[in-house]
């Protein structure tokens, strides 16, 4: 028969388990609010370059359109980010 001594220890123990076994799915949902919170400020970060990227190729855009072929030859050979196909 059991002593009074090993019910509490056995209780004891079942209750940590108990406890452990409750925050495992509360740490989960935590984690998960929290990746879903730094996904929204991600989102919202690459929106506005996103925006930032098309506002300056409209700009390139419309500049290129009023330049001839030759000066846009010109431009390209002067900007060290400009790569051609071939040289990617």
Known sequence: MLTPQEIRARDRK???????????????????FIAASQDVK????????????????????NASAAMSSQQQFDKLKQDPEAKTADQR
């Open 14 to 32: 079942r209750w940590t388990i108990f406890a452990i076994a409750l925050l495992i799915p509360i740490a989960l949902v935590f984690l998960l």
């Open 42 to 61: 991600t989102k919202a970060r690459y929106d506005q370059e996103r925006a930032e990227y098309a506002e300056k190729y409209q700009q390139d855009s």
